[in-house]
């Protein structure tokens, strides 16, 4: 039987060379226009969170505070975005940004990303009991709209960026919990794995080594697709007051402090939020394209 | 049929259980004693432990739970801080202001999506296809509260064509009956009234539709597109049928089931954007109340206000779920 079942496992592999499906996934993805796209607008934020500091033309908080004409200036060549109501660089603050509104999307999907498959796994390779009350609390989670469990989140642990990230992250524990329970589920099944139980190996191996690897795709799909809501959801956190403190460049945050000069200072409001709807823009297209890739079966 | 809703309505029951748990706990392990707060910093000990004793402060957890659900079942959703009013009656008028907001972009989101999800199926690949898909795309990843900003912005500070914000107008104050203002204005036969409720709905309403309107145009283009290659749609045009009957008749009846889940879908996810949609218009609803509670730490009407949203947010997904089997019958459920 073990004889048999690495015979099987050889000859996938062997078959796994020739088709190879993480090419075949490159090419499809490199043939989508807008996932391309997609993956340029990302790499071209993450490129101005890295470089920061070198881009932008002035620190995250200078302000020319003594010097009034400096103060809510339209967009001009010295001022690209214009400035603040502080004479703050409006265009270094939104650079700044991208480095907060991507360690946020980043952390909050990361973080969901880890709990959510080690509580996915335990319920679908368990089953029973420990799947029944991880399943039903997966569904009580789900059953909230996500901006108000992640509003009443943050009144437990009070407003900060940081509570705002782990917020958002308690609130996409459950998609990716239910991916991951599902792709257990499946791969549970296959022959492979009761080949490698058959040869005595341990569950916790057979987890790691088996079961994780294969539910991977899926998870980079729905990864990318819940960094561009964290984001959103981030921004709009800090927007109500929630999470970024002044004087953070957060982009939901400047949007919020933008409302009071909507009439004589547009600019302060306008750049910020485009920089969001660019990178929001940028992770759909892109995850969009990794689904199509990795994963067609996810479609609708 | 009746055995299927039965069974689902059963299932509700511990999620519905379960909201209420973590809602409960959510707002016990906020930081502070909520007698002191309702007392002020001022309050003597005396009187913040008789107000303990009198809200069940001092007995253990699952007495406190349970009297809190026993609360639940007989209407009780306790007493606002702020303003010392029960908040069963407090609420209404707000939850009718969303609904009101809701419905109505909804409304816009399923006539404009629709509309341009098939037109752009029918000329798959021209220059409508292309710009309404591109507005599509940006529609799903432009934050709600900066549109909201955009609109203001243009539409009323720019142009001055609608209000900045609000439901009324503050001179001309309507008399609210089912706190349903299109409706209101109407039964009391105010039509001038009746268009500046209008005018006030506009700008919230585009901005909330936005998401819903972008998911549902892809949605119906997507399943359009499906349906129109089948066989029955070219002989339904070998007849000689004309292009609109073929469209709008034939393939629009097929292609609807996955158009009406995503609605069902965005009705239940337009309770989470009403609440950034009323910050930014000052829109008196259920997302303003809350977040205005959240600011005076007015513990019991965040707690009731967050499970009132999410025990409709449930209830409209249960209604959707079933409102399906009824649509198609195709649907066997087990």
Redesign the interface.
Known sequence: MAETATKDMNVQVVEDKVTSPWKEALRTFLRSK?AVAGTVIVLFFILVALFAPIIAPEGINEQKLGDPSTHLVPPSSEFWFGTDEFGRDIFSRVVWGAQISLTVGFGAVVLSAVLGSFLGIIAGYYGRWVDTIIS??F???L??????LA???V??L?SSLQNALIAIAIVNVPNFGRLIRSKVLSVKEEEYITAAKAIGMKDSRILLRHILPNSFAPVIVQGTLAI?TAI?EA??LS??G?GAEPPQPEW?KM?AD??IY??NA?WT??F??LA???T??GF??MGDGLRDALDPKMK? | MLHYIGRRFLQLI??LL??TF??FL?IR???GDPAQMILGQQATKESVEALRENLGLNNPWYIQYFDYLKGLLTGDLGVSIRTNQPISTEIWPYLAATFELAFFAMFIAVVIGMNAGIISAWFQNTWFDYLAMVIA??G???????LG??E??LFS?NLGWFPTSGREEVRDPIMAITHFYLIDTLIQGRYDQFGTVVKHLILPGMALATIPMAIIARMTR?SMLEVMRSDYIRTARAKGQKMFIVVYKHALKNAII?ILTVIGLQT??L???A??TE??FSWPGIGRY??EA?GFRDYPV?QSG?LV??FL??IINFIVDILYSFIDKRIKYN
């Open positions: 807008s039903r609390f569904d009580i989670l059953a909230f709209p996500s901006i108000l509003i009443a989140i009144s437990i009070g561009a959103i921004a709009a927007f109500l929630l939901g949007l933008a409302r909507l009439m547009p409001m306008i910020p939020g969001i709807m660019l929001v823009l759909n297209l609708n | 511990p999620v379960g909201m973590i809602v959510i392990a906020i930081p795309l940006i799903v990843s432009v934050p709600v509260f900066w900003l955009l203001q912005w500070i997507s996955p239940g996810l309770l989470g954007g609440i950034l910050t930014i809350i977040y959240i965040i967050i949203v999410a947010f449930v």
